[in-house]
T-cell receptor
């Protein structure tokens, strides 16, 4: 595997379900990010982790819960989501001190 | 607050018809301006980083330029495979938040054969 990978690529869940999104980066980076991309809207930064420590929570509802067990893995735990949470969820990584963020392919989430 | 406005929202070109995409920005000190390409259902793919006014970067048929208020992505003799959404983002040079990217909504480019 190379770059940034995300699983699953597609997810359909009910409003009462609990699911998790997984991201793994193979670039040796030490910062990881979750973004939300909705139709007709710019990418929205959700969470930032530097060296496994959360440094940013961009006013994200508590039904989204991130976890970063190490510098290579990032999870987004989902519970009691709303239909308006349907979107493309993107993971990215970067090397602190270097600005460029590299993105994974995303998870397309549909909440019914 | 950092802001990025991209225009046009959509652009349709014939193969070989050169054009430019615009990215206007306001930021509290620019650390970097980024261009990404995004294909449907995929994540953004990094193209360029520009750091200071007057800087230019090229890659195949793409050339990015930067001024103090805007950036242009020039596409020379485009091919159908250049069809994608092109995203612009800025990163501020402000203390502990200098990793933050503020994105525009993108320009959807369609190149017809």
């Amino acid at each position: 595997e190379t770059g940034v990978t995300q699983t699953p690529r597609h997810l359909v869940m009910g409003m009462t379900n609990k699911k998790s999104l997984k991201c793994e980066q193979h670039l040796g980076h030490n910062a990881m990010y979750w973004y939300k991309q909705s139709a007709k809207k710019p990418l929205e930064l959700m969470f930032v982790y530097n060296f496994k420590e959360q440094t940013e929570n961009n006013s994200v509802p508590s039904r989204f819960s991130p976890e970063c067990p190490n510098s290579s893995h990032l999870f987004l735990h989902l519970h009691t989501l709303q239909p308006e949470d349907s979107a493309l969820y993107l993971c990215a990584s970067s090397q602190l001190g270097r600005e460029t963020q590299y993105f994974g392919p995303g998870t397309r989430l549909l909440v019914l | 607050e950092d802001q990025v406005t991209q225009s046009p929202e959509a652009l349709r070109l014939q193969e070989g018809e050169s054009s430019s995409l615009n990215c206007s920005y306001t930021v509290s000190g620019l650390r970097g301006l980024f261009w990404y390409r995004q294909d449907p259902g995929k994540g953004p793919e990094f193209l360029f980083t520009l750091y200071s006014a007057g800087e230019e970067k090229e890659k195949e048929r793409l050339k990015a330029t930067l001024t103090k208020k805007e950036s242009f992505l020039h596409i020379t003799a485009p091919k159908p495979e250049d069809s994608a959404t092109y995203l612009c983002a800025v990163q501020p040079n402000s203390g502990g938040s200098n990793y933050k990217l503020t994105f525009g909504k993108g320009t959807l480019l369609t190149v017809n054969p």
